[in-house]
């Protein structure tokens, strides 16, 4: 079945401290891969997508992610954590090259980020 | 360069009643798709259209919920009879194509009461 898991439900982090949250995925093919945020009460932006090549993606607002196929993993990080960055964060995977007529996305249940003073 | 728009972005209506919500895609979007948040959850696959077309419907409840694009004019996603435990977030999501990342609505908050 496919699916996504994201393992941490909630983390919390200083500013200026470094985060990395985790994504596993469970898909029959290679997917595309995605990272959403979104702030309480509002709709879901698109941080970073990995479609194909270099394994290691930029995004916006400074995060990045590196796609590890034998991991079947796609983990966002960001060297250095700013109060703004608090909200919640989703991993979906959807079709790839071959994926057929559909466009669905899978989601994760996402990780709630907490950032300290 | 509007993003996608949602309308409304909250509805309440009472158990029994018709839900209408709407969207309209990004400008040169020809690619609709809808979701839906419930509490604590995250976000479920409902409907995938293209202009007059269901591409998958394959997360849309059997019975009550229908989803239509038109030619022109926003889409709609339609529940009828409402129940509580259709209270949920909404969400709509547009692209250019069938393989391209999905950019999202701000959603429609929907209260069954």
């Known amino acids: 079945a496919q699916s996504v898991t994201q393992p941490d439900i909630h983390i919390t982090v200083s500013e200026g401290a470094s985060l990395e949250l985790r994504c596993n995925y469970s898909y029959g093919a290679t997917p595309y891969l995605f990272w959403y945020v979104q702030s309480p009460g509002q709709g879901l932006q698109l941080l970073l997508k990995?479609?194909?090549?270099?394994?290691l993606v930029q995004g916006i607002k400074g995060f990045e992610a590196e796609f590890k196929r034998s991991q079947s993993s796609f983990n966002l990080r960001k060297p250095s954590v700013h109060w703004s960055d608090a909200a919640e964060y989703f991993c979906a995977v959807g079709p790839g090259d071959y994926g057929g007529a559909t466009n669905k996305l899978i989601f994760g249940t996402g990780t709630l980020l907490a950032v300290q003073p | 360069n509007a993003g996608v728009m949602q309308n409304p972005r909250h509805l309440v209506r009472r158990r029994g009643q018709e839900a209408r919500l709407r969207c309209s895609p990004m400008?040169?979007?020809?690619?609709v798709y809808w979701y839906r948040q419930l509490p604590e959850e995250g976000l479920k696959f409902m409907v995938y259209l293209q202009k007059e077309n269901i591409i998958d419907e394959s997360g849309m409840p059997k019975e009550r919920f229908s989803a239509e694009f038109p030619k022109e004019g926003p889409s709609i996603l339609r529940i009828q009879q409402v129940v509580r435990g259709d209270s949920a977030a909404y969400f709509c999501?547009?692209?250019?194509?069938?393989?391209?990342?999905?950019?999202f609505g701000p959603g429609t908050r929907l209260t069954v009461t």
């Open positions: 999501a547009s692209s250019p194509g069938v393989r391209y990342e999905q950019y």
């Open positions: 990995y479609f194909s090549g270099d394994t």
């Open positions: 400008k040169g979007h020809s690619h």
